[in-house]
């Protein structure tokens, strides 16, 4: 998916763990640490090899269940794992550890022939099975290599997306295979009840996120105006019906069916909310879809916004802030500075890195804000004309002590990881740092 700003969420994925919530991994780990340990337990006096099989089949299970739980995008479950992004984080690692799994279950795969009464019902859940996990190895896979390092090959979003949507099915045939396969008789039930039920609720999970909640969480917008700034396009959408209601620094998925962009992709509304509901996302050409809606979407189009998402509030913050951008990752920020009003308290100075001066967005709205609120203060850095951003730049401009502050960053990751190094060898880390993560195509 892509980082936290209006115009696509620019993407990240740093390491697992990282502004992650204990509770939401602790919420994922242990379902499936409890899954593999009662099938060792349940099954150990059938012997090791058939209790390690059947304790990493059930392991399998539960993660894969999750993913598709996850994949549903429950609202609830945002401040357990500190936010979609997070969530879809683990969601990730839940299908790669998945993966692993059903790899080791089917290289240790339990025998009970010669314990168990064999039904064709069982044989027809043990090939289908086979089945099942051939089919996921390959989905699961083409969604962990789906850029190919070295080669820079990359499989198409449209695909990617597709080929995900069979997950449900597939898993469907996973829940059916440890249902109904031969298994002895007379073991404890309790491993059972764990898988059915989370078999149970991950095919809940897929048929709500394909079938019900696109009706359910759809609102409709018309595009009432465009607007093209270098690669950039500013797209202002109005309400058709109840409004939507975000805090600045949320986003939103949209598609475009009229466009022929019927894919959802995300985007951080870039503006405050307003009494009439209009907001604006502005969106960089990077990816396929991006490049294509300038020429496809036109004024008087209908699309649709399912959201708001995300947990991205500056207001979470300390008393003094700095809020740095890279390119498009301005999207957040222009939203924040919309809404501050002459009251705010807080200390705040944006550092906005672009290449050219011209490809700065909403620069009269930073200025709105600075004239509306002396303790807002901004600066653009064109590195082609001022040079890169440095460290040691931020430390002589922001009119106030770094490591005093946090710090909210939406851009490149190398750019973050860049400053945020040399910062600490400065002995000038902030307090905090906060981003969310995002790589969609």
Same mark, same amino acid.
């Not at 027809?124 to 850029?147: C, T």
């Given at each position: 998916?892509?980082?936290?700003?209006?115009?696509?969420?620019?993407?990240?994925?740093?390491?697992?763990?990282?502004?992650?919530?204990?509770?939401?991994?602790?919420?994922?780990?242990?379902?499936?640490?409890?899954?593999?340990?009662?099938?060792?337990?349940?099954?150990?006096?059938?012997?090791?090899? !058939?209790?390690?099989?059947?304790?990493?089949?059930?392991?399998?299970?539960?993660?894969?269940?999750? @993913?598709?739980?996850? !994949?549903?995008?429950?609202?609830?479950?945002?401040?357990?794992?500190?936010?979609?992004?997070?969530?879809?984080?683990?969601?990730?690692?839940?299908?790669?550890?998945?993966?692993?799994?059903?790899?080791?279950?089917? +290289?240790?795969?339990?025998?009970?022939?010669?314990?168990?009464?064999?039904?064709?019902?069982?044989?027809?859940?043990?090939?289908?099975?086979?089945?099942?996990?051939?089919?996921?190895?390959?989905?699961?896979?083409?969604?962990?290599?789906?850029?190919?390092?070295?080669?820079?090959?990359?499989?198409?979003? +449209?695909?990617?997306?597709?080929?995900?949507?069979?997950?449900?099915?597939?898993?469907?045939?996973?829940?059916?295979?440890?249902?109904?396969?031969?298994?002895?008789?007379?073991?404890?039930?309790?491993?059972?009840?764990?898988?059915?039920?989370?078999?149970?609720?991950?095919?809940?999970?897929?048929?709500? @996120?394909?079938?019900?909640?696109?009706?359910?969480?759809?609102?409709?917008?018309?595009?009432?105006?465009?607007?093209?700034?270098?690669? @950039?396009?500013?797209?202002?959408?109005?309400?058709?019906?109840?409004?939507?209601?975000?805090?600045?620094?949320?986003?939103?998925?949209?598609?475009?069916? +009229?466009?022929?962009?019927?894919?959802?992709?995300?985007?951080?509304?870039?503006?405050?909310?307003?009494?009439?509901?209009?907001?604006?996302?502005?969106?960089?050409?990077?990816? $396929?879809?991006?490049?294509?809606?300038?020429?496809?979407?036109?004024?008087?189009?209908?699309?649709?916004?399912?959201?708001?998402?995300?947990?991205?509030?500056?207001?979470?913050?300390?008393?003094?802030?700095?809020?740095?951008? $890279?390119?498009?990752?301005?999207?957040?920020?222009?939203?924040?500075?919309?809404?501050?009003?002459?009251?705010?308290?807080?200390?705040?100075?944006?550092?906005?890195?672009?290449?050219?001066?011209?490809?700065?967005?909403?620069?009269?709205?930073?200025?709105?804000?600075?004239?509306?609120?002396?303790?807002?203060?901004?600066?653009?850095?064109?590195?082609?004309?001022?040079?890169?951003? @440095?460290?040691?730049?931020?430390?002589?401009?922001?009119?106030?002590?770094?490591?005093?502050?946090?710090?909210?960053?939406?851009?490149?990751?190398?750019?973050?990881?860049?400053?945020?190094?040399?910062?600490?060898?400065?002995?000038?880390?902030?307090?905090?740092?906060?981003?969310?993560?995002?790589?969609?195509?």
């Amino acid at each position: 998916m892509r980082l936290a700003s209006a115009g696509r969420l620019i993407p990240w994925f740093p390491a697992l763990g990282r502004g992650l919530n204990l509770v939401g991994i602790l919420l994922v780990a242990l379902p499936c640490i409890l899954a593999g340990g009662l099938g060792f337990t349940t099954y150990a006096a059938y012997g090791s090899e !058939a209790a390690i099989g059947i304790g990493l089949g059930a392991a399998a299970v539960v993660a894969m269940g999750q @993913t598709l739980i996850l !994949a549903a995008r429950p609202r609830l479950l945002e401040p357990l794992f500190g936010g979609l992004d997070r969530i879809y984080r683990i969601h990730k690692w839940l299908g790669i550890s998945a993966l692993v799994l059903m790899i080791l279950h089917q +290289q240790v795969e339990p025998d009970f022939e010669r314990t168990v009464r064999e039904t064709g019902l069982g044989e027809l859940a043990e090939e289908a099975g086979e089945v099942a996990f051939n089919a996921l190895l390959a989905l699961i896979a083409i969604s962990w290599f789906r850029r190919l390092p070295l080669i820079g090959l990359e499989i198409p979003y +449209q695909l990617w997306r597709f080929s995900h949507r069979f997950m449900g099915v597939l898993f469907a045939i996973v829940v059916f295979h440890q249902f109904f396969v031969d298994m002895p008789a007379g073991a404890d039930t309790s491993l059972s009840l764990l898988l059915n039920g989370f078999g149970l609720a991950g095919i809940i999970a897929w048929v709500h @996120t394909e079938f019900v909640a696109p009706q359910l969480r759809r609102r409709a917008f018309t595009v009432s105006a465009i607007s093209r700034h270098g690669d @950039t396009t500013s797209v202002t959408l109005s309400p058709k019906g109840r409004a939507m209601r975000w805090r600045p620094g949320q986003f939103a998925f949209m598609r475009a069916p +009229q466009a022929g962009l019927s894919e959802p992709h995300p985007f951080t509304i870039a503006s405050a909310p307003r009494p009439d509901g209009a907001l604006t996302l502005s969106i960089k050409a990077a990816g $396929g879809w991006t490049r294509r809606l300038p020429d496809h979407l036109r004024e008087g189009m209908s699309v649709h916004l399912e959201g708001p998402y995300g947990r991205f509030d500056f207001r979470k913050g300390g008393a003094r802030q700095v809020w740095l951008a $890279g390119g498009i990752g301005i999207t957040p920020f222009l939203a924040w500075a919309e809404s501050l009003v002459a009251a705010e308290r807080r200390d705040i100075h944006l550092v906005y890195s672009v290449r050219n001066p011209e490809d700065a967005i909403g620069v009269e709205i930073l200025q709105a804000a600075a004239a509306r609120n002396p303790r807002f203060s901004y600066q653009v850095v064109a590195t082609a004309r001022d040079g890169r951003l @440095t460290a040691e730049h931020m430390i002589e401009t922001v009119p106030f002590t770094i490591a005093e502050a946090d710090l909210w960053f939406c851009g490149p990751t190398g750019l973050k990881d860049g400053l945020l190094k040399r910062l600490k060898a400065l002995g000038q880390s902030p307090r905090r740092v906060r981003f969310e993560h995002f790589d969609f195509a």
